[in-house]
């Protein structure tokens, strides 16, 4: 009986002194196979390294740092996206919301993780800070925050005593976050970031789509596409407006997923932004809301808010209304929308018949 005891608290003991994993990461919506995913859970998957500058919600600097991780889209194909029938068998209108156990959240376009030349949303468990050569050597140890160092180590390390030499006027207070990660690495300074992750939605617009070519007469011409704001209210596409807006003029060879090469293309027209901000409601963050465009065809695209209001000019979503410095063919549409950042050009789409700004509740 002693020996049983004695074992049964020797078990007891090597098992409180294990590290134990932390949380996982719960994948929902529009996948086959929802539930929990870890370290374990992905292991076998390749490993990127990426530099960032990270900023709180007010802009300010929080840190440069090197972020060790895995392709958002690997784990996603993993959990399977499916989409439920919603007359658009592509997955080119999904869009992502994930959150942080602190409440903070954001929204990625499924074309931002699977369309991009690169890894695209990188979700991280190891952090590095980037030092300045000048800076002292820190002598931490096992808990030096400049070597690359996962979860556990990095929510054991405190960095409070680096405070007096990181709140003058040049440096911030040095900061280490904290958890599983999730950055849009290629966004603007103070662009998507979320540190203790706890939960990553693959979600469906909701809305049923049709091709209305058939419908006769010159609705299948489009001359204008309809402008539908957050609140559900359609607002009429003024051309003069349009005119007046700053072009811009792109070179595009194209490539699909679906179709191949398609060659050489001029676009030219104005950016999505300037006919879309005014209907932005105030205080709303635009990395919580995303634009669905949609064809005569039936055919759609989902832009986060991020690349439609935050991109820089030479990767903004277009409104292009001349191709090859010529007007659209009739029944081909007056407007195609071109996605600059993509590295294929699937979530192009012509004839745009709507132009909806959403944010999700």
Not at 143 to 149: E, I, K, M, Q, T
Not at 277 to 288: A, E, F, I, T, Y
Request: aromatic share 8%.
């Amino acid at each position: 009986m002693l020996k049983k005891f004695l074992l049964i608290a020797l078990l007891f003991a090597l098992c409180a002194c294990t590290p134990q994993e932390g949380p996982g990461i719960e994948i929902k919506g529009a996948v086959s196979k929802p539930g929990t995913i870890n370290e374990k859970a992905l292991k076998g998957l390749n490993r990127y390294h990426r530099l960032v500058k990270l900023a709180d919600d007010q802009g300010n600097f929080l840190g440069s740092l090197e972020l060790s991780g895995y392709a958002l889209k690997d784990v996603l194909d993993r959990a399977e996206i499916t989409k439920q029938d919603d007359g658009f068998n592509k997955p080119l209108d999904l869009y992502i919301t994930a959150r942080g156990s602190g409440g903070h959240s954001a929204l990625f376009s499924y074309g931002e993780c699977f369309l991009t030349n690169d890894e695209g949303i990188l979700l991280a468990d190891s952090a590095r800070v980037i030092m300045p050569h000048r800076h002292p050597s820190i002598n931490a140890g096992e808990d030096d925050p400049a070597v690359l160092v996962g979860i556990k180590k990095r929510d054991s390390i405190n960095l409070e005593g680096c405070a007096e030499c990181h709140d003058g006027y040049v440096e911030s207070k040095l900061y280490f976050p904290k958890g599983w990660m999730l950055v849009a690495a290629n966004d603007r300074f103070n662009g998507r970031y979320i540190e203790n992750l706890a939960e990553i939605s693959v979600n469906q617009v909701g809305i049923e789509v049709e091709d209305t070519r058939r419908s006769g007469g010159r609705d299948s011409i489009i001359e204008s596409p309809a402008i539908i704001g957050p609140d559900g209210v359609s607002h009429e596409f003024k051309l003069v407006d349009f005119q007046k807006l700053p072009r811009v003029l792109v070179e595009e060879v194209g490539v699909g997923l679906g179709t191949g090469y398609r060659g050489p293309r001029n676009w030219e027209g104005v950016p999505l932004n300037g006919l879309l901000k005014h209907l932005l409601p105030d205080g709303v963050d635009p990395k919580s809301a995303y634009v669905l465009v949609t064809g005569a065809d039936g055919y759609r695209s989902v832009f986060s808010g991020m690349e439609v209001f935050n991109a820089p000019i030479e990767k903004c979503v277009l409104l292009a209304d001349l191709r090859d410095g010529k007007a659209m063919d009739v029944g081909a549409g007056r407007f195609t929308i071109i996605q600059r950042s993509d590295f294929y050009l699937d979530r192009n789409v012509r004839m745009a018949k709507e132009i909806r700004l959403v944010v999700p509740d």
